[in-house]
């Protein structure tokens, strides 16, 4: 169950078996950056042994996990079995967080100037045209 055979097991690994993580190694930077608390306590190594019992607070992208620590990790498995692992006292909302300005991410290719910007299709069929010195096609004529 366990790397000594006691009841504990690295913070780093049971985090990665838990799936919070994709890797031990940004677990081991999480717990290393001294971002997780242990019970309450600090957590600045990733060698800390964890208990079943234990409360973990940690950051998880724009959310603070809180939770409980119900057994330790055999192995790595699917994502199923790792939600037994833990009992989540703050789960995330289901809401994503809005952008503070919706018209960041709303883009028109009609408003853009000619010349300014990525070339269009015709744009590079033209280019093409020019680079290679191939004929104009017959759909291609300008009138």
């Not at 031990?24 to 079943?52: F, I, M």
């Amino acid at each position: 169950m366990t790397d000594d055979g006691d009841d504990t097991q690295r913070l780093d690994k049971w985090l990665w078996c838990a799936r919070f993580f994709k890797t031990r190694g940004l677990a081991s930077k999480v717990l290393g950056a001294g971002h997780l608390r242990l019970s309450g306590k600090v957590v600045a190594k990733a060698h800390q042994r964890v208990r079943v019992g234990d409360v973990l607070t940690f950051p998880q992208g724009p959310h603070v996990r809180v939770v409980e620590v119900l057994s330790l990790a055999e192995r790595r498995g699917p994502a199923p079995e790792a939600r037994t692992l833990y009992n989540d006292l703050s789960p995330p909302s289901e809401r994503r967080p809005e952008p503070a300005d919706p018209t960041i991410f709303a883009t028109s290719g009609t408003n853009r100037d000619k010349g300014a910007g990525r070339p269009t299709k015709r744009d590079r069929r033209a280019i093409d045209r020019l680079m290679d010195g191939s004929p104009m096609d017959e759909g291609d004529e300008a009138g």
